[in-house]
């Protein structure tokens, strides 16, 4: 006969201890001690490097797991995530938040969105761009039509889809995401998400050619990182400052952002990420002619291996950078644009042969990931390489390539746009 409420609370405060610890076996304190645990590896991770965050987000997990707290694992799971995408760790954090779609199976959808954020944005760092707007898009479409309107969780997957969307050519659903998330930002109390979302924005401002509006969009956004102290994502708007600055041919400029960039994320040894700024870095460097600095830097994200170091613009090892290259499942996009870059220069050098085999290697590389504005962009390149080789019929083949890509960017393969929230 088991006893009644009134009884166990009796005998709970008669031993010093809560009602629900004494039927459940999980202490509060333990709970609130787990949280705790969680924020100082969040904290870690905003200034730090993710590998030390992780060892404490790993903690974390396995004794919140000995003692049964389900909600605390799930957040611990999704920081060891966070931590494997900033290492460019991809199939590990996909690992990761999968693991918290399954511990969440049973919680209403909203929990699970910053998981499913997570592993769509896995895929976009591995170029899968429509997979990552498949993930998307379906946990939009399953919010709105359950009416689960949870402004947190939209506004976490309106800003995570401008950048696959963008970077397909989707440019009409990407000012159409930063427009709904603009709606949304009011509703929200998440400074980090807010900023995240001035930086999907500034996107969409600069396809527009509103340079102006898109650098002031970044300035917001870090002004509140800079508040906040999260590292990684401040880096993140030098970066994209950076690039503004490079479409609007401030060279001087943009080179300072990108270095500013690189330095702060190889502090951090977020390795995808720098090898990928990197790569825009050696563009601008091409761009105001220092061919061989940017030829420097780029060879070795190509050729890296786990046991090489990375290299300056001066060819020089570089120990704060850490040890991964660009590949078809690490950067994809990125990867392609490194050989667009070396096939440029080798075309300017007058070896057509060598700029050929970087302009194919391009290809296939971004024909996977349906980033359909550099696909058009190298498929130019490569016919007029070719055209002026005399290769007509190739030439050709490769314009048509091109077009192809840029007939229909986004719709077949996306299917209908998803479902808008009540506003």
């Known amino acids: 006969m088991r006893p009644s409420e009134a009884a166990l609370r009796h005998l709970a405060d008669r031993l010093g201890v809560s009602y629900e610890e004494l039927t459940t076996g999980r202490s509060p304190r333990d709970a609130t001690r787990l949280r705790a645990a969680v924020t100082d590896a969040r904290r870690a991770l905003a200034t730090g490097a993710a590998e030390d965050a992780a060892e404490l987000f790993a903690e974390v997990r396995d004794e919140a797991e000995r003692l049964g ?11 060891l995530g966070d931590c494997a995408l ?7 954090a996909r690992d990761h938040f999968e693991a918290v779609e399954r511990l969440l199976a049973g919680e209403p959808l909203p929990r699970r969105i910053p998981a499913i954020r997570g592993r769509a944005v896995a895929h976009l760092l591995a170029g899968e761009l429509r997979y990552s707007c498949y993930l998307l898009e379906s946990a939009i479409d399953e919010l709105n039509a359950s009416g689960l309107h949870d402004p947190y969780a939209l506004l976490l997957l309106y800003t995570a889809a401008i ?23 009011p509703s929200v109390d998440d400074p980090g998400l807010i900023a995240r979302m001035h930086r999907g924005v500034a996107r ?5 050619g509103r340079t102006a509006e898109a650098d002031a969009s970044l300035a917001k956004a870090q002004e509140l990182y800079e508040q906040l102290r999260i590292h990684t994502d401040l880096a993140h708007c030098h970066w994209m400052r950076g690039y503004v600055h490079a479409q609007d041919g401030n060279l001087e400029r943009a ?5 500013t960039a690189r330095d702060m994320l190889a502090s951090k040894r977020a390795a995808l990420f720098t ?11 091409r761009r105001r002619g220092r061919t061989a600095d940017a030829e420097a830097l780029l060879l070795p994200l190509l050729a890296r291996t786990p046991a090489e170091g990375a290299a300056d613009a001066s060819g020089e090892p570089d120990d704060a950078a850490d040890e991964v290259g660009l590949t078809a499942d690490r950067g994809a996009v990125h990867a392609g644009g490194a050989h667009r870059l070396l096939g440029l220069i080798a075309d300017e050098r007058g070896d057509a042969e060598a700029a050929e085999e970087h302009y194919c290697a391009a ?4 024909e996977r990931t349906g980033a359909a504005g550099d696909l058009a962009d190298l498929c130019r390149l490569l016919g007029d390489l070719l055209r002026r080789e005399g290769r007509l019929e190739a030439a050709m083949d490769a314009y048509r390539t091109g077009l192809g890509h840029r007939a229909a960017p986004g719709t077949t393969t996306l ?7 009540p506003m």
């Not at 950048?163 to 930002?185: N, S």
């Not at 080179?255 to 270095?259: A, F, K, N, S």
């Not at 090898?275 to 460097?285: P, S």
């Not at 299917?415 to 929230?421: N, Q, S």
């Open 69 to 79: 707290f389900a909600e605390e694992r799930g957040a611990a799971l999704l920081g």
């Open 255 to 259: 080179e300072r952002e990108l270095r």
């Open 363 to 366: 290809l296939s590389l971004l």
């Open 275 to 285: 090898v990928q700024v990197e790569v825009e870095l050696a563009d601008v460097l």
């Open 204 to 208: 969409t401002l600069i396809a527009e």
């Open 86 to 92: 900033e290492t460019g760790e991809l199939t590990v």
């Open 415 to 421: 299917g209908p746009a998803p479902a808008e929230p």
């Open 163 to 185: 950048a696959p969307y963008m970077d397909m050519g989707a440019h009409a659903r990407a000012v159409r995401a930063a427009e709904l998330a603009l709606a949304l930002a």
